[in-house]
């Protein structure tokens, strides 16, 4: 009775921890989430503005499919494994979910980049959006690296480190990396470049955290385990749907305002969306743990 008193305070505390963490980590992105936006808006008008927000929604859809879910199923079953103390087959479920998502995360970038003049033209009536689309197709790869290792890293309960690569790292390179392009010339290509190296940077630090703190899951030499393979895909791919439900609802109004009117007018549309967004907040302070 007194162990699980012990184990239950013991998580408590761990909660707590983590949700300190999670406002700080909010907090601060929204802080230079909103200083990016207004740096895109006051040197780029909302005519880009718009066009970063539509692409940012397509490339979202892609993403969302590359990673079939898996983003949720690794988190569980990593959690499972861990907690039994079966480390082969957490190294397992590690390398069999990074081979399969980096092959997935690839190719949804090639049909992006294959099909973004089409969907520019054909779709959205403006032929700019395409050098975006093409721009950000090659950050889908990298969406797949973060889907793996992020889980990795809070099964292993290091949420402020991932807290600092997601909330703070991603933006604060966005921000100066912008800065620095306008200063060698104010182009809207831009506003991409600083997306893709953002996603870069946050992607190789997630890899060299990961492979400098849990070296026995890259040096175990897992046994092919067909059955645990075919039980995460049947865990995560139903998710899919209800992440693309969650998705459509945060951005079908931008979508359908792209698609109906300018890009100059989801520009302006999403100057408000993100204040009003603040709105659900508090419901990410315990979804790290």
């Known amino acids: 009775m007194q162990k699980r008193e012990s184990n239950l305070d013991n998580s408590l505390k761990i909660l707590v921890k983590s949700s300190a963490w999670v406002f700080v980590g909010i907090i601060l992105s929204k802080i230079l989430g909103y200083v990016y936006r207004i740096i895109v808006a006051r040197y780029y008008g909302p005519e880009v503005y718009g066009l970063l927000v539509?692409?940012?929604?397509?490339?979202?859809?892609?993403?969302?499919?590359?990673?079939?879910?898996?983003?949720?199923?690794?988190?569980?079953?990593?959690?499972?494994?861990r907690g039994k103390k079966k480390y082969d087959k957490v190294s397992y479920i590690f390398k069999f979910s990074l081979s399969l998502l980096l092959i997935t995360g690839i190719a949804a970038g090639i049909l992006l980049f294959i099909f973004s003049d089409i969907i520019?033209?054909?779709?959205?009536s403006n032929s700019q959006i395409s050098i975006f689309l093409k721009l950000f197709s090659l950050t889908i790869p990298l969406t797949s690296l973060k889907a793996v290792f992020f889980p990795l890293m809070q099964v292993y309960e290091k949420f402020e480190w991932v807290?600092?690569?997601?909330?703070?790292?991603?933006?604060?390179?966005?921000?100066?990396?912008?800065?620095?392009?306008?200063?060698?010339g104010v182009n809207s290509i831009n506003v991409p470049i600083s997306y893709l190296l953002a996603?870069?940077?946050?992607?190789?630090?997630?890899?060299?955290?990961?492979?400098?703190?849990?070296?026995?899951?890259?040096?175990?030499?897992?046994?092919?385990?067909?059955?645990?393979?075919?039980?995460?895909?049947?865990?995560?791919?139903?998710?899919?749907?209800?992440?693309?439900?969650?998705?459509?609802?945060?951005?079908?109004?931008?979508f359908m305002i792209g698609l109906l009117k300018t890009v100059e007018?989801?520009?302006?549309?999403?100057?408000?969306?993100?204040?009003?967004?603040?709105?659900?907040?508090?419901?990410?302070?315990?979804?790290?743990?």
């Open 120 to 124: 520019a033209e054909r779709i959205f």
């Open 199 to 254: 996603a870069i940077v946050v992607s190789l630090f997630a890899y060299l955290f990961c492979r400098i703190s849990f070296k026995n899951i890259f040096k175990i030499k897992p046994i092919k385990n067909k059955q645990l393979a075919k039980d995460i895909l049947s865990y995560s791919w139903p998710l899919l749907f209800f992440t693309l439900s969650m998705f459509l609802l945060y951005q079908v109004d931008s």
């Open 54 to 81: 539509l692409s940012l929604t397509i490339i979202g859809w892609f993403a969302l499919f590359s990673l079939l879910g898996f983003d949720t199923g690794i988190l569980r079953y990593l959690s499972v494994y």
């Open 265 to 289: 007018d989801v520009g302006f549309y999403n100057a408000a969306v993100p204040i009003a967004l603040l709105l659900v907040t508090s419901v990410s302070l315990f979804s790290y743990m």
């Open 163 to 184: 807290l600092f690569a997601s909330k703070i790292l991603d933006p604060l390179v966005k921000v100066i990396a912008l800065v620095a392009l306008i200063f060698l």
